[in-house]
């Protein structure tokens, strides 16, 4: 999902989902909360109970501490899936930032329900507007296997505004159940040391592993091309940094 951090009045190489190449100041906490509602907006079914549809959230919290300008350390719990999980960011050079993570499940602690990932995340920003990314990643379960390729675009629209696109398809791994692109338009606002972002996106959650693997039967939600259908989530993230 996404790792998300705050920093600077356009932190240009940050992005809904996909990890960013923006580092906190040393020694600053912060925390991330991600909701993302669970039902895809016109599935079918999803007004049989409207009141679920909009209250039934996934919500992912995090909650980082930067070691120094260029080392961070967090701790992630994503309530909805019952998955608690550790993640790192590291910075070796300018425009490369290096992102692990590890998530196991709550109630059942197993290699296929562990997962691990691996981003690298080459950001890079024209003047205080633009800013784009591209990120490599690997996530296993030491069963199953993905590569992926995050690719996102940022502009500012002044007034702490900024509008951001995303994608970040499967390369390799992909099967009948397995989705084959996660893809989200982000409205990003800031506020202080505050940042507001409305993202509509694929209809399932956007943080790896689970943006690969499709819910219910092998040939549902999985393609992006369900968004053209009216099937797609909607969501927002909160940043605070203390």
Known sequence: MTLLLLLLAFPGQRFA???????????VWQVTIAHRFLPAVLTPGWTQDPVQAFTAPNVRIVLDKSLGERTLLGAIVAISSRELGLRGAYAPLGWL??????NAHLYDFKLDSTWFNLGF????????????????????????????????????????????LEAEPVLIGRDSTTRQLAASLAIEKEIGWHNF?????????????????????????????????????IGFNIHRKF
């Open 121 to 164: 995340c080459c950001h890079r920003t024209f003047g205080r507007r633009w800013a784009v990314a591209a990120q490599p990643r690997y996530t296993t379960n030491t069963t199953s296997h993905f590569i992926s390729l995050g690719l996102a675009a940022k502009t500012g629209l002044g007034r702490g505004y900024a509008v951001a």
């Open 97 to 102: 930032t290096i992102y692990p993570e590890l």
């Open 197 to 233: 972002i409305i993202t509509v996106g694929t209809p399932h959650e956007q943080s790896a592993p689970a943006m690969f693997r499709s819910s219910g039967p092998a040939t549902a939600y999985s393609d992006v091309l369900d968004m053209a259908k009216g099937w797609f989530r």
């Open 17 to 27: 989902n996909l990890p960013t190449g923006v580092l906190p100041e040393s020694h």
